[in-house]
């Protein structure tokens, strides 16, 4: 089980730190993703991080503002974002998938999704 949270209201140039925290699975044994859905788009996909922290993914459009980070004897991964703008306004979800060599960008190469978190950011 995978719940997200962290997610809000925040103005544009703001910072957000979103939450991961897992259970029944251990982040450092499982591929971590984030992706976000805003209304009327595909889901799409923010970042990853692999099992053994030696792959990190990081989509161009958040690339230099937003990192993904784990911390293992939390059982949680995190999406540190800054420099938000209105256009990162979505449905945040983390999700996790059993270690494999895949990108991180197919959604559909995720088995285990979060509930997601609400992140609205105003101009």
């Known amino acids: 089980q995978l719940q997200a949270s962290g997610g809000g209201l925040v103005q544009a140039g703001g910072s957000l730190r979103l939450s991961c925290a897992a259970s029944?699975?251990?982040?450092?044994?499982?591929?971590m993703g984030w992706f976000r859905q805003a209304p009327g788009k595909e889901r799409e996909p923010v970042a990853g991080i692999s099992w053994s922290g030696g792959r990190i993914y990081t989509a161009d459009s958040v690339k230099g503002r937003f990192s993904v980070s784990r911390d293992s004897a939390k059982n949680t991964v995190y999406l540190e974002m800054n420099s938000l703008k209105p256009e990162d306004t979505a449905v945040y979800y983390c999700?996790?998938?059993?270690?494999?060599?895949?990108?991180?960008?197919?959604?559909?190469?995720?088995?285990?999704w979060g509930q997601g978190t609400q992140v609205t950011v105003s101009s």
């Open positions: 029944g699975l251990r982040v450092n044994r499982y591929d």
């Open positions: 999700a996790s998938r059993r270690s494999t060599v895949a990108g991180f960008s197919n959604p559909d190469a995720f088995a285990y």
